[in-house]
């Protein structure tokens, strides 16, 4: 499959298969504040919900992890995402 990917204000806008549910949603839910803990873990469990089934999960992990983004993308955190940007260096 190949995406047709723009960008937009920095971001990646991707067209292939339709606007990912993210782009529609409240944008809280993917950037969670840091201090509140147990609401973060709702945050994070939900976007992860979300990008579970989304046709663009790898396409948005693989900017992320090139952009070095902050936030949850592709189902990730930042934290996350130091292991596969990691593992590209070494490969």
């Not at 971001?11 to 509140?36: H, L, M, N």
């Not at 873990?41 to 992860?48: E, G, K, N, T």
């Not at 693989?62 to 490969?91: F, L, P, Y």
């Amino acid at each position: 499959m190949t995406l047709d990917i723009q960008l937009s204000r920095n971001y990646p806008v991707f067209k292939d298969q339709g606007t990912p549910v993210c782009s529609t949603t409240d944008p809280e839910i993917f950037f969670p504040e840091r201090g509140a803990k147990n609401q973060s873990i709702h945050l994070i469990a939900a976007a992860r919900r979300m990008c579970a089934t989304c046709p663009y999960k790898k396409p948005c992990l693989d900017w992320a992890v090139e952009h070095d983004e902050m936030g949850i993308w592709g189902g990730t955190t930042q934290k996350e995402r130091r292991v596969h940007r990691r593992a590209r260096k070494v490969a």
